[in-house]
């Protein structure tokens, strides 16, 4: 079975560019999320989503970040404009926890890799 | 959600058994405690979990007091492909705490 699935590993942009993130959760994981990791950090939320609904995105900094997930399948993350502190990982995650009993495993990709010079 | 507090670094020599501790005296009755991994540039990787009762797999095992209110991770034997960051989380055992909150690990150093 394949596992999260992320694009592109690494990306170089200038300040002010535009830039987007795919993933490809676990077939069937009702549950996707993002998150940014910046260097010495543990991972932190952006947004969960359940099916198509973006359940929580209290820490999505709306100004610049947007993110959707069509068809409760794969997802976006977009920054526009880029700013130099973007630099960061951004890693999503699936799970397929429906919200009783035991939450079972949560699933992450390898994460994209974001330079902004 | 519960909070967790992990020393910042450990080392362990290659072949002897990694104890990674973990305090998580807040945590309420539904929540399970997990531990991730994150080795250099990948992603983080599922160790083990549970709830109040010990487990084991083929990686680790978890050791949970009985009140709750701390863990120890065991690696049985460590080796070098161990060296990486090790994250103890409390996962909420409701939809409305379904996300894993990371703090910064105890990065665990396996010496040769």
């Known amino acids: 079975e394949a596992g999260v699935v992320q694009s592109p590993r690494y990306k170089i942009i200038e300040k002010k560019q535009p830039v987007a993130f795919w993933c490809n959760p676990i077939?069937?994981?009702?549950?996707l999320y993002w998150y940014l990791q910046n260097l010495g950090q543990g991972p932190e939320l952006l947004i969960r989503y359940e099916n198509e609904e973006a359940v929580d995105d209290s820490q999505l900094p709306k100004d610049r970040f947007s993110a959707e997930r069509l068809k409760g399948v794969d997802s976006t993350l977009k920054i526009q404009p880029a700013e130099l502190g973007d630099s960061a990982v951004y890693l999503c995650a699936s799970s397929s926890w429906t919200g009783t009993g035991d939450p079972g495993e949560l699933f992450f990709g390898e994460g994209s890799r974001l330079t902004v010079l | 959600d519960a909070k967790t507090t992990q020393p910042p670094s450990m080392d362990c020599a290659e072949g002897r058994a990694a104890n990674l501790p973990c305090n998580h005296s807040?945590?309420?009755?539904?929540?399970?405690v997990y531990w991730y991994r994150q080795i250099h540039s990948q992603g983080p990787q599922y160790i083990i979990h549970?709830?109040?009762n010990n487990k084991t797999n083929e990686m680790a095992s978890l050791i949970i007091t009985e009140d709750r209110k701390s863990s120890t991770l065991i690696l049985p034997h460590a080796t070098l492909r161990d060296t990486a960051v090790y994250y103890c989380?409390?996962?909420?055992?409701?939809?409305?705490?379904?996300?894993?909150?990371f703090g910064t690990g105890t990065r665990l150093t396996v010496i040769p």
């Open positions: 549970g709830l109040k």
């Open positions: 807040t945590i309420s009755g539904n929540e399970y």
């Open positions: 989380i409390v996962r909420g055992g409701s939809t409305g705490a379904n996300n894993l909150f």
């Open positions: 077939s069937g994981h009702n549950t």
